[in-house]
């Protein structure tokens, strides 16, 4: 299965505690997004990688998140000191850099619980 | 603000039948339209598109139609069949400034039920 694939699946956490969910993506995509999606709504923008570069950030990612890729590869999406409003669904997509370049394929996601 | 809307929670119909969901927008700068399909617990699987240099795109079963005086697209499903039962997003983003990425902004998404 050549898909992205996110891990885990599910998270449950207690408020206050760190989490982190990790992404790999398509192997030639060279884009990577993060995005989330509360209950009731479509996924929401949080970030992008071309490459190993994070070339946007929305204002929904608070100081209290990070994300990376490092070499390009996999990345990664932390979010520390939790709070119940961090409980959603995070989805991490990947494209191409040129040709398809507008149509992401999207992973199952990484369902994150705060207590 | 919601840039992209779905006004219809939910849409159910007759297996065969024509299922019609619809999309509007209100940002100008959007010249690119997606639909994604979502099953539970998996992610939105891509559809079809249209770029707002054309008014209809076709794949089989899906059609794809952008008004764009309107600020709207909708998306028709002929013959619907039961496994087309899924939630259905649009989504819209802007190309302009030669920078392409997959910045995209959804709507809240449309649960289509198909009854055999």
């Known amino acids: 299965d050549t898909g992205v694939s996110q891990d885990p699946r599910h998270k449950i956490t207690k408020r206050g505690q760190n989490v982190t969910f990790r992404c790999d993506p398509i192997s030639e995509h060279n884009r990577l997004y993060w995005y989330r999606q509360t209950l009731g709504q479509g996924p929401e923008f949080l970030t992008y990688?071309?490459?190993?570069?994070?070339?946007?950030k929305s204002r929904l990612l608070s100081d209290r998140f990070s994300a990376e890729r490092p070499k390009g590869s996999f990345s990664t999406l932390e979010i520390q000191r939790t709070e119940q409003g961090d409980s959603a669904m995070y989805l991490c997509?990947?494209?191409?850099?040129?040709?398809?370049?507008?149509?992401?394929?999207f992973g199952a996601g990484s369902r994150l619980t705060v207590l | 603000d919601q840039q992209v809307k779905q006004n219809s929670p939910s849409l159910s119909v007759q297996e065969g039948r024509i299922s019609i969901l619809n999309c509007d927008y209100t940002n100008s700068m959007f010249d690119y339209f997606l639909w994604y399909k979502k099953y539970p617990a998996e992610g939105p699987t891509f559809l079809i598109s249209?770029?707002?240099?054309?008014d209809k795109n076709e794949d089989g079963r899906f059609t794809v139609f952008l008004n764009k005086s309107a600020k709207h697209l909708s998306l028709h499903i002929v013959p619907s069949q039961p496994g087309d039962s899924a939630v259905y997003f649009c989504?819209?983003?802007?190309?302009?400034?030669?920078?392409?990425?997959?910045?995209?902004?959804f709507g809240q998404g449309t649960i289509l039920t198909v009854h055999p």
């Open positions: 997509a990947s494209s191409r850099l040129s040709s398809g370049a507008n149509v992401l394929t």
């Open positions: 249209i770029s707002s240099i054309k």
């Open positions: 989504a819209a983003l802007s190309n302009a400034g030669g920078t392409s990425y997959g910045k995209l902004t």
């Open positions: 990688f071309q490459n190993e570069a994070q070339l946007e």
